[in-house]
């Protein structure tokens, strides 16, 4: 039953390299606001792109050919919406903590959406969120440990998202054309 769940997932989402493409770009246009402006013009610009993340990965989804949802009936639908709301809790302790250090908040934002992407290998079934939530958790500790400033924490996050949404991507495309042969 999970192992259906996860295929419907997958299927539906192009294993969800769709929506961590949107999330690369998110953070990459945070980046560039942190960089370019300052730390409120990339925390605002985060809040807002990041709003555009689940609309943007389905339509990159029916773009590559997927519904862009799951079934109706799919079990995982429910993690799916918990992470969502660890995400927005994560978010409220990273602008909080921002208040007394600003160039806190990426490295925190890198350790909750690290934390969510681990429960994506249960929701997708695939190892490769395992190493893609490490690694982004890793780099939000390297940041604080290493007083990186804030903004570099941003263009981390943004780089690891577009890289392996291209692997994620690459693999489902690999995954569909070995079931049409």
Known sequence: MLNQAQVDMRYGYFSGGPGVFASGLMWLASAIAAFSFSLTAGIITLFLAGMAIHPLAMLLSKALGRPGKHSSDNPLAALAMESTFLLFIGLFIAFVVAQVRGDWFYPIMLLIIGGRYLMFATLYGL???????????????????????????????????????????????????????
């Open 127 to 181: 190892r490769v969120y395992w190493l893609l939530g490490a690694l982004l958790a890793l780099a939000g500790m390297l940041c604080i440990m290493l007083n990186a400033s804030f903004y570099i924490s941003a263009f981390v996050g943004a780089a690891l998202e577009l890289l392996f949404s291209g692997v994620i991507v690459a693999r489902e495309r690999s995954q569909s054309n070995s079931l049409r042969e």
